[in-house]
């Protein structure tokens, strides 16, 4: 019996601390916005991108060299098993399906508006779920998807609030649905990886494959790789270090624990946070809707959490 206590209060603490992980994640993404407007003072998007990702590779590259020697012979011993030919390919294609669901996005913001993206973006919890339901056999209780459907209408309902008209083409709605089927199609290849590698390793596999695509990108379309002045550096440093170092890698650092369902659905937080940041830092108008959503959303994402299928099966 006091075993069995011992490790439910294991599993307890354990859950606790990723979602502690997880919601120190969301915060330094929701910087993301912020340091994107003030790189694009200089750069276009798709530099913007690159740097994000070249930066990760550089500081956080050179961070497990430097630890490399003193863990060798242990990860001989505990990372080479049990990694099929499909895990490698695996690892490749995240930065792959990632930079497809980012340029997906950027292009579709030339079709349509910006709150109509965000939008649809908010779908990517129902594909991440359809796809563990789908392609993994996950069961989700009748808390989960009501939880799930709370904290998507509060998100929906937000993005409705911004439309203002609704302009814009049918084509950049469906690029914009597009990103979102790829992005809740990272979210289950990152949890299915997460039982072979940890997560800085799945980051840097990321932002290699994804630094590498961007590169012909941005030489044929903005020409200019790297910023020169003091803003644009001090924004790529961020979004390199903070958003993906500390922000995406934390995300897949916690899908040991959690459910790539629940953390799509928990990142739905994102636009809140990131208004609330604005808000903040550039003291920006924030209505009473934003709060009332901001309610809403966490409302639902309370409910889902208390559910079994919030976490990572055995």
């Known amino acids: ?72 012979e242990d990860e001989a011993e505990t ?11 695996l690892l490749g294609g995240v930065g792959v399906i990632s930079i497809i669901s980012l340029v997906l996005w950027a292009i579709s913001l030339q079709y349509t508006t910006v709150a109509k993206c965000m939008l ?13 339901w789908l392609l993994f056999g996950k069961k989700f209780d009748r808390r989960f998807l009501i939880g799930m459907a709370i904290a998507l209408t509060g998100a929906l ?12 083409l049918l084509i950049g709605d469906i690029l914009a649905i597009l990103s979102a089927v790829f992005l809740g199609t990272y979210f289950l290849m990152v949890e299915q990886l997460r039982s072979n590698f940890d997560a800085t390793t799945i980051l840097l596999w990321r932002c290699g494959v ?12 903005e020409g200019q790789f790297f ?46 946070v990131s208004a609330l940041l604005a808000w903040a830092i550039f003291t920006e108008a924030l209505g009473f809707t934003t709060w009332l959503g901001f309610a809403v959303v966490l409302t639902g994402i309370y409910l889902a959490q208390s559910s079994s299928a919030a976490v990572q099966e055995a």
């Open 1 to 72: 019996m006091q075993s069995s206590e011992l490790s439910q209060s294991k599993e307890r603490s354990a859950y606790i601390l990723a979602i502690a992980t997880l919601t120190f994640a969301l915060i330094a993404i929701s910087f993301a916005p912020i340091f994107i407007r003030l790189s694009e003072t200089e750069l276009g998007a798709n530099a913007t991108i690159f740097n994000r990702m070249f930066i990760f590779l550089l500081v956080f590259g050179f961070g497990r060299f430097l630890a490399r020697g003193q863990q060798e």
């Open 79 to 89: 990372t080479t098993q049990d990694i099929t030919t499909s895990q490698w390919w």
């Open 120 to 132: 649809l973006n908010n779908l990517t919890p129902i594909f991440t779920s359809l796809g563990s």
């Open 157 to 168: 309902a937000l993005g409705f609030e911004d439309l203002k008209g609704g302009e814009g």
């Open 210 to 221: 994804g630094s590498a695509m961007l590169v012909p990108l941005v030489f044929f379309t």
């Open 227 to 272: 910023p020169t002045t003091k803003i644009a550096i001090i924004a790529v440093l961020g979004l390199g270090i903070l958003c993906e170092g500390f922000g995406q890698r934390l995300i897949a650092a916690c899908m040991d624990q959690l459910s790539c369902s629940f953390v799509s659905l928990f990142l739905l937080l994102e636009p809140i």
